[in-house]
């Protein structure tokens, strides 16, 4: 069982940046790869960003490629992401994910089996 609490949203213009952080519970934390996800309403969650548990590499989504980057420290059991050159469509709420799976199919929401809560991120333009 993994827990997972996110932190670091709030209200931005466009051009800045945030840095949301992602709290995990639980000793077997490394064995997880770890996910963001931004959901609007009505549309469905959107793959962001992932880091793998064995190999730490990293997948983006075309759109934030260049502008977010996704770390782990395992020692803290925490997943970053850190979130630059804001654009107002970068608002949504933001999904921290874990998943026992790794590479590509990472993308895939169907993927993980533990979720956090949801921080807002609202860019302004």
């Known amino acids: 069982q993994v827990q997972l609490v996110e932190s670091g949203g709030g209200l931005v213009q466009a051009g800045g940046s945030l840095r949301l952080s992602c709290a995990a519970s639980?000793?077997?934390?490394?064995?997880?790869?770890m996910g963001w996800f931004s959901q609007v309403p009505g549309k469905e969650r959107e793959f962001v960003a992932a880091i793998s548990w064995n190999t730490g590499t990293t997948y983006y989504a075309d759109s934030v490629k260049g502008r977010f980057t996704i770390s782990r420290d395992n020692a803290k059991n925490s997943v970053l992401l850190q979130m630059n050159s804001l654009k107002p469509e970068d608002t949504a709420v933001y999904y921290c994910?874990?998943?026992?799976?790794?590479?590509?199919?990472?993308?895939?929401?169907?993927?993980?089996?533990?979720w956090g809560q949801g921080t807002q991120v609202t860019v302004s333009s």
């Open positions: 994910a874990a998943s026992r799976g790794t590479g590509r199919t990472l993308r895939g929401a169907a993927l993980y089996d533990y």
């Open positions: 639980g000793r077997t934390f490394s064995s997880y790869s």
